[in-house]
Nanobody, 120 residues
Framework: QVQLVESGGGFLQAGGSLRLACAPS????????MGWFRQAPGKDREFVAF????????YVADAVKGRCTISRDNAKNTVYLQMNTLKPEDTAVYYC?????????????WGQGTQVTVSS
């Protein structure tokens, strides 16, 4: 069964940067709109950013706007989340998700998540 695999998480100090990556376990699967979500301890999962299939349209949540950029490399079938000026409140498990059919309106594939921990 195809899964999404996230990488790039880690432990760092406030003010630091990380780039998360997400790719499918089977490289030939077609992925359309992709998104990043996060879930902090004791909190609900929240939306972080999305990017459309071409990479031409993106949206970033207000909580991370100006600090995070979402991008994708369709040749590598990979989506990235560049996070800068990280804050302790960014500590969470970050998940990527993908639509597997155009304009399906829902994320059918999810990853297992990668932990990001930011110390003050």
């Amino acid at each position: 069964q195809v899964q999404l695999v996230e990488s790039g998480g880690g432990f760092l100090q406030a003010g630091g940067s990380l780039r998360l990556a997400c790719a499918p376990s089977e490289r030939t699967v077609s992925l359309y709109t992709m998104g990043w979500f996060r879930q902090a301890p004791g909190k609900d999962r929240e939306f972080v950013a999305f990017i459309d299939a071409s990479g031409g349209r993106t949206y970033v949540a207000d909580a991370v706007k100006g600090r995070c950029t979402i991008s994708r490399d369709n040749a590598k079938n990979t989506v990235y989340l560049q996070m800068n000026t990280l804050k302790p409140e960014d500590t969470a498990v970050y998940y990527c998700a993908a639509e597997t059919s155009p304009s399906s309106g829902k994320y059918e594939l999810w990853g297992q998540g990668t932990q990001v921990t930011v110390s003050s």
